[in-house]
């Protein structure tokens, strides 16, 4: 399985350990930064583990911020995209199985690094159940992307 993952400058530290991690547990992990601890903007990083995604260079993705929000709501603005932040393993499982979730996002500074692994690891075992209902709720989805598109409504400026 390939795993994309990708950081801003709260998540650096704990995303070269997950790809490490991720590494010797015999995963193909494609790194789309941030490079160093330098401050940055989430939104480009999910942006990049997102397009990565989509071009079906990946199979999953993992994206790490401060709090695991504003990499959240950045992720979940591009279609096809459904991210989900957990931090604990439920979630992280079950948003797999039922929402078929593609993208891990978690919280550097919430969590700490053998929740993280746990996390990933529930991610990364779970599979889409296919289940009736959970496959129209998707398709529910799908249509609010299509018809709400690339959005400003939500802005308050």
């Not at 959240?72 to 393993?89: D, E, Y």
């Not at 929740?115 to 990933?120: G, P």
Request: some cysteine; charged content about 25%.
């Amino acid at each position: 399985m390939r795993i994309v993952v990708g950081a801003d400058h709260a998540g650096f530290d704990l995303k070269q350990l997950l790809a490490e991690y991720l590494r010797h547990r015999g995963y193909e992990v494609i790194d789309k930064g941030t490079a160093s601890g330098e401050p940055v903007d989430y939104p480009d990083f999910a942006e990049a583990v997102a397009a990565t995604l989509l071009a079906g260079a990946a199979d999953r993705g993992v994206l790490v911020c401060g709090s695991g929000v504003g990499a959240s709501v950045a992720a979940n603005k591009i279609p096809g995209i459904r991210a989900g932040l957990c931090h604990n393993t439920y979630s992280a499982r079950q948003g797999v199985e039922h929402d078929d979730m593609n993208v891990l996002v978690l919280g550097a500074r919430v969590i700490g690094v053998e929740m993280a692994r746990e996390l990933v690891d529930h991610f990364l075992a779970a599979k889409f159940n296919g289940a009736e209902r959970h496959r129209r709720r998707l398709e529910k989805i799908k249509a609010l992307e299509q018809r709400y598109g690339r959005s400003d409504r939500g802005d308050r400026q």
